[in-house]
């Protein structure tokens, strides 16, 4: 996959919008504090297990499917920089 996208990103351009919440509604709805909800909205960390499964609980998803997405976004994040100083270790 090219450059899949952060899954804040998801959830701030159509999730959120959708449910017709702004941003503290939507942490208060999932027991989170505003500034939790609002780093990953702005794609200043990622989606934590807990953040998945109170997505799940509140209707928003799968918990796995918020895991994969972010998985995702990360290893390819990680594919993009050089690994300086690694050596082959074993045959594949």
């Known amino acids: 996959m090219?450059?899949?996208?952060?899954?804040?990103?998801l959830l701030r351009r159509r999730v959120v919008p959708?449910?017709?919440?702004?941003?503290t509604e939507f942490a208060e709805k999932l027991g989170m504090s505003r500034v939790s909800v609002s780093r990953v909205l702005n794609e200043?960390?990622?989606?934590?297990?807990?953040?998945a499964v109170r997505l799940?609980?509140?209707?928003?998803g799968n918990a796995r499917h918020w895991m994969n997405?972010?998985?995702n976004y990360e290893l390819w994040q990680a594919e993009?920089?050089?690994q300086n100083h690694?050596?082959?270790?074993?045959a594949c």
């Open 2 to 9: 090219m450059n899949p996208p952060h899954p804040g990103r």
């Open 86 to 90: 690694v050596a082959k270790i074993a």
């Open 56 to 60: 799940e609980h509140a209707g928003v």
């Open 80 to 82: 993009q920089r050089e």
């Open 44 to 51: 200043k960390a990622g989606i934590s297990s807990d953040f």
């Open 69 to 71: 997405m972010q998985t």
């Open 18 to 23: 959708a449910l017709g919440l702004n941003i």
